[in-house]
């Protein structure tokens, strides 16, 4: 399985290591792929393989090594149908996006229209995210 990961939003404590951790366990099974500045890096195609030995030297520093946008791949259908392209152009099978409200909102939207499946990891610096307590960032 195909599986890419993503950072949206502002920028928060704990963005690396959640990268780091995420891709450590899923590189066992499935090759991981980052996507650099969150879904912008998915419609601009800026997608690389990596491995958690690529990210060990980021995983303890703030911020996020794979960087981040405040794209909404869904501003336009013009952007989603680039989305769907570059999806099935990739063969992502799976993307994890690491975000607050904006970025898990599209991913939620990707998923509903059957762009891509999505799993998202809450991270909010605003406690903006339906339904969790503790996220990164809050």
Known sequence: ???GV???GGDAPGLNIAVYSFVRLAERNHEVYVIYHGWKGLLEREVRKISSLDLVDFAFLGGTYIKTSRTNPFKDEERARL???NVKELGLDVVVAIGGDD????????QRRGILNAVGIPKTIDNDVFGTDF????
């Open 135 to 138: 996220t990164i960032g809050f």
């Open 6 to 8: 993503l950072t949206g």
């Open 83 to 85: 989305l769907e392209k």
């Open 1 to 3: 399985m195909r599986i």
């Open 103 to 110: 970025t898990l909102g599209a991913a939620g939207e990707a």
